[in-house]
């Protein structure tokens, strides 16, 4: 059974740092890439981040970009988001998921369909 289990998350006031981690088990985790995406009530269900099944290749949304740092750990069955300098409008519900159609073409990542999704963790950014 494919799982995907989120920890971290929480509260942080604007300009701090949070870290989301997510286990993965029941699949080839190095095969699969794999991406956060957050959900906000205005917005609905946005992409924020990708990382190719190795790990050489990271991608992310622009409004993320030098804050935001995806990785993962293939031994260790892990994925992380390490969010730095965290801004309001980053308030969201964050989830990792499995992309296995993910592709980088033309200067653009497209993450294709998300197969399965973590049970999602809240992150507040207090201004």
């Known amino acids: 059974e494919v799982q995907l289990v989120q920890s971290g998350g929480g509260t942080v006031q604007h300009g701090g740092s949070l870290r989301l981690a997510c286990a993965a088990s029941?699949?080839?985790?190095?095969?699969?890439?794999m991406s956060w995406v957050r959900e906000t009530p205005g917005k609905g269900v946005e992409w924020v981040s990708a990382?190719?099944?190795?790990?050489?290749?990271?991608y992310y949304t622009d409004s993320v970009k030098g804050r935001f740092a995806i990785s993962r750990d293939n031994a260790k069955n892990m994925l992380y988001l390490q969010m730095n300098t965290l801004l309001p409008e980053d308030t969201a519900l964050y989830y990792c998921a499995r992309n296995p159609n993910g592709r980088y073409s033309g200067g653009h990542y497209y993450a294709g369909e998300y197969d399965y999704w973590g049970q999602g963790t809240q992150v507040t950014v207090s201004s």
């Open positions: 029941g699949f080839t985790f190095n095969n699969y890439h």
């Open positions: 990382i190719d099944a190795g790990g050489e290749n990271t």
